[in-house]
């Protein structure tokens, strides 16, 4: 027996690919807002731990196609990229946002779009909304001086002075110029494929689990010895499979590993109704959080992998940002958001226990 898994792959793209008007999923960049006229401001997507806003990881295309009032739809995730404010098993660096439309909508036409760069290029959000100059959300003020750029908060005004602005604001002859904020992450399309997976692939992951299994077995013994150095010296040994090692065997973990290695670049799976893909046995979620729009069950969506943090250019410190899965859990009916956009849920596994478990 079969049945399908989407998996998201990030590949780089002419920039105008990734409007709004086309309906792309991507990463990083400025959100690729689908409700033109309603756009959050920096309040919605605020950081539960430091209160600052967070910024924009990643958004998912996924319509809901027997319901005419999710015909376009749109999952987007954001991130506070304070590293003090990522915490092990902890989400509340993390804000999902669900927006939709129906077919009929005075953004789109009910036609696909042509795939051309000079197709309606006025679909744009600031056509209807004043946007923040740094990350693209809803923007109630601007520049005092040059009144030419719009934010959506002090601290991004701050950083954008800093780094650029206080150059050119004087400037009466200079257009502003939408360059890429170093706030902002590396800006990728991400391409969907299916992956069929059959009952056939439990043999090769009880072999792939017999085969960890020896190799924590002798990583175990060669610590017991004091060798452990050489190996981690003279071999391409994997970091997450020595945690894993030093603590207990994890059947999870190696089920994990023995999956995405058969397309090790994923850096998405899509499976909504099905069950997440978890990293360990450990931290798993028991109770999902209904909908707050409706009240209704949220079911898993898909999950953001832990490949996708080699793209985003960070500075690998011992406290950057990180995570083992980001599972996303969504209204099971999809329901019309009251106010435009409704926060869903996200659970961060990762991939050892610490103190810091999620509550």
Same mark, same amino acid.
């Given at each position: ?84 404010? *990522?915490? %092990?098993? @902890?989400? &509340? ?5 669900? =927006?939709? /439309?129906?077919? #009929?909508? !005075? ?61 050119? *604001?004087? %400037?009466? @002859?200079? &257009? ?5 904020? =170093?706030? /902002?992450?590396? #800006?990728? !399309? ?170």
């Amino acid at each position: 027996m079969e049945h399908i898994v989407d998996l998201g792959f990030i590949e780089e793209c002419e920039s105008w690919r990734l409007d709004s008007r086309f309906f792309s999923s991507k990463v990083g960049g400025k959100p690729s807002w689908l409700d033109l006229k309603n756009i959050p401001g920096c309040d919605i997507v605020k950081c539960k731990k430091c209160n600052d806003p967070c910024i924009f990881l990643c958004q998912i295309y996924a319509p809901y196609e027997n319901d005419d009032s999710g015909f376009h739809r749109v999952i987007f995730i954001f991130v506070c990229k304070n590293n003090n404010c *990522c915490q %092990d098993n @902890n989400s &509340d660096n993390f804000v999902v946002l669900r =927006s939709q /439309l129906p077919r #009929e909508n !005075e953004f789109y036409s009910s036609d696909p779009p042509v795939e051309r760069q000079d197709w309606q290029p006025d679909i744009t959000a600031d056509k209807w909304m004043k946007i923040c100059h740094v990350c693209g959300l809803a923007a109630p003020s601007k520049c005092s001086k040059c009144k030419k750029i719009n934010y959506c908060s002090r601290s991004h005004q701050i950083h954008d002075w800093k780094n650029g602005h206080k150059q050119s *604001c004087n %400037d009466t @002859n200079t &257009d502003i110029i939408d360059n890429k904020s =170093s706030l /902002l992450f590396p #800006e990728y !399309e991400l391409v969907i494929e299916s992956e069929k997976i059959s009952d056939d692939d439990d043999g090769d992951v009880k072999s792939e689990l017999e085969k960890e299994n020896k190799e924590i077995e002798i990583f175990n013994s060669m610590l017991e010895s004091g060798n452990a150095g050489s190996l981690q010296n003279d071999q391409d040994v994997d970091a997450d499979l020595l945690k894993i090692s030093t603590n207990e065997e994890d059947e999870n973990f190696i089920d994990f590993r023995a999956k995405i290695n058969k397309q090790p670049d994923q850096v998405l799976r899509y499976n909504r109704g099905g069950k997440p893909l978890y990293i360990s046995s450990k931290n798993k979620i028991n109770n999902i959080p209904n909908c707050e729009e409706c009240g209704g069950s949220r079911q898993f969506e898909f999950q953001i992998m832990p490949q996708l943090l080699n793209d985003l250019e960070l500075n690998h410190e011992l406290n950057s940002l990180d995570w083992g899965i980001l599972a996303i859990f969504t209204c099971e009916k999809s329901c019309v958001p009251k106010s435009g956009y409704a926060k869903e849920y996200l659970w961060k596994q990762d991939i050892i226990d610490t103190k810091n478990d999620q509550q």
